[in-house]
């Protein structure tokens, strides 16, 4: 059953994805477009991605990303990519000749809740007012 986030119990709150949907966000528009589209059940963790890109991200923390179609052939076998000089140069030469997006589509799982691209301005006093018909709920309880 879906509760609004001021019902999850938190906090706090990590909104990076939700500042991804603005024109303001250095990403390509399609990425901020895909996020918008894109349901919590498209997005999965993965390291896939940092191994191919050779990021230097600690392994024990994974990426949330949308679907990637580098990660779908290498979905479960990233031992086998990290030892794969060539397939993460594959995947860089891809890059180049613009067959796979330059970088993955970092995203959380409340992206069911991201249904506009609002300005980033636009989208700060909607969470300012958010909190605080939420705090102003909370006090009358």
């Known amino acids: 059953m879906w509760r609004p986030p001021w019902r999850w119990g938190a906090e706090g709150a990590l909104v990076g994805t939700r500042f991804h ?4 966000a250095l990403l390509a528009p ?7 589209a894109g349901r919590g059940e498209d997005t999965e963790r993965n390291s896939v991605l940092d191994i191919a890109r050779s990021s230097r991200w600690p392994t024990k923390y994974t990426a949330r990303t949308l679907g990637h179609p580098y990660l779908d052939g290498w979905r479960g076998r990233e031992d086998e990519l990290a030892a794969a000089p060539q397939a993460q140069q594959a995947y860089q030469d891809a890059v180049v000749r ?10 959380s799982e ?16 909607t969470l300012a007012a958010q909190a ?5 709920r909370a006090g009358r309880r």
């Open 21 to 24: 949907a603005t024109p303001e």
């Open 30 to 36: 399609e990425t901020a477009r895909a996020i918008v």
């Open 132 to 136: 605080e018909a939420a705090l102003s």
């Open 98 to 107: 613009g067959e796979i997006p330059a970088l993955p589509q970092w995203a």
């Open 110 to 125: 409340a992206i069911d809740l991201i249904n506009d691209l609002p300005s980033a301005a636009d989208l700060v006093g």
